[in-house]
């Protein structure tokens, strides 16, 4: 055995009891693994087997054996029946990760070179077939004590956080992680936001009907992740594309929630989807509120407002024309349907179901309390800002 593994096993009780110390500092949940006497022995038991295990296993270059990886799958097990939450796990991994890197590089002297590259040859993918472990029997724990929306929302957070161990959690529920998703957010008021028994029901519903990682982010936000590739050839017929499979899940969630509500959408690579979710929040806050609404709105379709809210002083701007219109007889819903239409007089007529000269007096009234035409390139630039704005705020 070379200088730096006697070192190291020289050392492993006290390193092992300073370890527990900072998990009881750093890791806020660590208290629900030493809930009496017996726990706490088994907690510094599993901290000194750990090291002990890296020692002789690197030492002797030799790959953990099933039995190894049988226990620690068994405490995995184990601490998510005790309620360790998957943050809870995940700082715990992070500050064990750090301190045995930590005593390896103090116990290093000059000559231990040849040691250390052994521990770290070792250290990598013997690490990783650890956590893998683990990780699975945390899965088989949570299962036994969390309803299947319960473990999905979990699925949803750590891929929204960018968190490798999606990949464990998607297994546990019966789904694989996709290489890209659609991000949807919709945003719901808050006189029509469902109470917690609501919310429950719609989850567990969407799950059975689609199948896809969703969550509710607070009771005024869900959040959907669809695949935006399956692997199926992209011209099949019946196959549906990313967004279409996204217009699906977004229908049965505005039937399920009811009212009005505001939609955004974005897409990214799995590993970058925090920044995909920023984006779709972004989208969502200025998006228009609506009724029974299903457009997935992109950044594309409201860049202008989203630049909008960073200038105080233009938003407020367009709150006063707002105002204005506010005195005539529904010119923002007129004007939103002028626009959506792309300006077509009869069609825009037809979908208010109103006399064509119902809709000219809508668009002179709009004209003669903002001073601006709604059918000249000015009026589209401002007053269709002025509508969207005035929409997403309900």
Same mark, same amino acid.
């Given at each position: 055995?070379?200088?730096?593994?006697?070192?190291?096993?020289?050392?492993?009780?006290?390193?092992?009891?300073?370890?527990?110390?900072?998990?009881?500092?750093? *890791?806020?949940?660590?208290?629900?693994?030493?809930?009496?006497?017996?726990?706490?022995?088994?907690?510094?038991?599993?901290? *000194?087997?750990?090291?002990?295990?890296?020692?002789?296993?690197?030492?002797?270059?030799?790959?953990?054996?099933?039995?190894?990886?049988?226990?620690?799958?068994?405490?995995?097990?184990?601490?998510?029946?005790?309620?360790?939450?998957?943050?809870?796990?995940?700082?715990? &991994? !992070?500050?064990?990760?750090?301190?045995?890197?930590?005593?390896?590089?103090?116990?290093?002297?000059?000559?231990?070179?040849?040691?250390?590259?052994?521990?770290?040859?070792?250290?990598?993918?013997?690490? #990783?077939?650890?956590?893998?472990?683990?990780?699975?029997?945390?899965?088989?724990?949570?299962?036994?004590?969390?309803?299947?929306?319960?473990?999905?929302?979990?699925?949803?957070?750590?891929?929204?956080?960018?968190?490798?161990? +999606?990949?464990?959690?998607?297994?546990?529920?019966?789904?694989?992680?996709?290489?890209?998703?659609?991000?949807?957010?919709?945003?719901?008021?808050?006189?029509?936001?469902?109470?917690?028994?609501?919310?429950?029901?719609? #989850?567990? #519903?969407?799950?059975?009907?689609?199948? *896809?990682?969703?969550?509710?982010?607070?009771?005024?936000?869900? &959040?959907?992740? =669809?695949?935006?590739?399956?692997?199926?050839?992209?011209?099949?017929?019946?196959?549906?594309?990313?967004?279409?499979?996204?217009?699906?899940?977004?229908?049965?969630?505005?039937?399920?929630?009811?009212?009005?509500?505001?939609?955004? =959408?974005?897409?990214?690579?799995?590993? +970058?989807?925090? +920044? &995909?979710?920023?984006?779709?929040?972004?989208?969502?806050? !200025?998006?228009?509120?609506?009724?029974?609404?299903?457009?997935?709105?992109?950044?594309?379709?409201?860049?202008?407002?989203?630049?909008?809210?960073?200038?105080?002083?233009?938003?407020?701007?367009?709150?006063?024309?707002?105002?204005?219109?506010?005195?005539?007889?529904?010119? !923002?819903?007129?004007?939103?349907?002028?626009?959506?239409?792309?300006?077509?007089?009869?069609?825009? +007529?037809?979908?208010?179901? !109103?006399?064509?000269? =119902?809709?000219?007096?809508?668009?002179?009234?709009?004209?003669?309390?903002?001073?601006?035409?709604?059918?000249?390139?000015?009026? *589209?630039? &401002?007053?269709?800002?002025?509508? =969207?704005?005035?929409?997403?705020?309900?």
């Amino acid at each position: 055995m070379g200088n730096l593994f006697r070192t190291l096993l020289r050392q492993l009780d006290s390193n092992a009891r300073h370890a527990t110390g900072v998990y009881r500092r750093e *890791v806020a949940e660590y208290e629900v693994l030493e809930r009496d006497v017996r726990a706490r022995a088994e907690a510094l038991e599993y901290t *000194v087997w750990l090291r002990r295990k890296t020692i002789d296993l690197a030492d002797k270059e030799q790959p953990l054996s099933a039995d190894d990886l049988a226990l620690m799958a068994s405490v995995g097990e184990q601490r998510a029946g005790m309620g360790l939450s998957l943050p809870g796990h995940q700082q715990l &991994v !992070v500050a064990h990760t750090r301190l045995l890197l930590r005593e390896i590089d103090q116990a290093t002297g000059p000559g231990d070179g040849d040691d250390l590259m052994r521990l770290m040859r070792w250290f990598g993918p013997q690490g #990783t077939r650890g956590g893998e472990a683990y990780l699975s029997g945390y899965v088989a724990g949570q299962r036994r004590r969390m309803s299947l929306a319960g473990r999905v929302r979990m699925l949803a957070e750590a891929l929204l956080a960018d968190d490798p161990a +999606a990949s464990g959690l998607a297994s546990g529920v019966g789904m694989r992680v996709h290489p890209r998703y659609r991000v949807t957010v919709i945003r719901v008021p808050g006189r029509q936001r469902p109470p917690k028994a609501r919310r429950e029901e719609i #989850t567990e #519903t969407l799950l059975r009907r689609r199948q *896809v990682p969703i969550l509710w982010h607070d009771p005024a936000e869900l &959040v959907a992740l =669809t695949p935006e590739h399956t692997g199926e050839p992209a011209d099949a017929a019946t196959t549906p594309t990313g967004q279409e499979r996204a217009q699906s899940v977004v229908q049965d969630i505005t039937a399920a929630v009811g009212g009005t509500c505001a939609i955004g =959408t974005s897409v990214g690579a799995t590993g +970058a989807l925090a +920044a &995909v979710l920023a984006q779709a929040r972004r989208v969502s806050r !200025v998006a228009p509120m609506k009724s029974g609404q299903q457009h997935l709105h992109t950044m594309a379709d409201v860049f202008v407002e989203l630049g909008v809210t960073r200038l105080p002083e233009v938003d407020d701007w367009l709150r006063d024309i707002d105002r204005s219109l506010s005195r005539g007889p529904d010119l !923002v819903a007129t004007l939103d349907r002028y626009y959506q239409l792309d300006m077509d007089r009869a069609r825009t +007529a037809t979908a208010l179901n !109103v006399h064509p000269r =119902t809709l000219d007096y809508r668009l002179r009234r709009a004209h003669e309390l903002t001073g601006i035409h709604p059918g000249s390139t000015r009026g *589209v630039r &401002v007053l269709s800002a002025v509508v =969207t704005r005035s929409l997403a705020r309900g």
